[in-house]
């Protein structure tokens, strides 16, 4: 049962990604519209912010169900899921978290723009490597 939440929100989650991603891209204005919607913005945000907390839930399960903190995670770990998981939970919370409180934009601009490409093609690596991992 936790499994199938883990997997679920993790496909979910890369899901909403791309839709995040593609109204980041919209809000940056790069679908050629010179006048910026607020709704794209809005939009750019909720799906995000729903796609942080899929994501760190689903990092909590997988980290969890494998044995948390106990020694045995030593097995759990080999190949890159463990470590693609924990990038992307870290990735997302400094993705969000500054977008939230930082109200002057351009400051962080760039590197909102390089995590936020970055993000996708982690959780697309996410989801491969968690399909591979299912037996
Ligand atoms: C999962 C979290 C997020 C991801 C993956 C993400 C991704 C992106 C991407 C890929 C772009 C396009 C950048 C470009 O092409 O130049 C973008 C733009 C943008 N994002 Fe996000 N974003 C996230 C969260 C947020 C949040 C929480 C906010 C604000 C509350 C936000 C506000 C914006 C704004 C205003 C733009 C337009 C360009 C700019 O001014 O930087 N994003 N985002
Ligand atoms: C947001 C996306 C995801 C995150 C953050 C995440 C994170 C994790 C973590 C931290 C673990 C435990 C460490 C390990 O055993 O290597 C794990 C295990 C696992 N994950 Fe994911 N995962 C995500 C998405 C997925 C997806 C989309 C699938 C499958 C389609 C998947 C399938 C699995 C499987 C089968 C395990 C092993 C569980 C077990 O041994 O009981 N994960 N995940």
Redesign the pocket.
């Known amino acids: 049962m936790v499994n199938f939440i883990h997997v679920s929100f993790g496909i979910t989650s890369f899901i909403l ?1 791309l839709i ?2 593609i109204f ?2 919209k ?2 204005g ?1 679908f050629g519209k010179s006048r ?1 919607s607020k709704t794209s ?1 809005k939009t ?2 909720f799906l ?2 729903t ?2 907390i899929l994501v760190t839930i689903s990092f909590l399960l997988g980290f969890f169900t494998s044995g948390g903190f106990e020694p045995e995670i030593e097995l759990e770990m080999e190949g890159p899921h463990f470590w693609t998981g924990l990038t992307a939970f870290i990735l ?1 919370l400094l ?2 978290l500054p ?2 409180i930082i109200k002057k ?1 351009k400051k ?2 760039l590197i ?2 390089y ?3 970055m ?2 093609i982690i959780l697309l690596i996410q989801l491969v490597s968690g399909i591979l991992r299912i037996d």
């Open positions: 990604c995040t991603v980041g891209a809000t940056a790069r910026i913005f750019h945000k995000s912010i796609t942080g997302i993705q969000i977008s939230l934009r962080i601009r909102h723009r995590i936020g490409y993000l996708f």
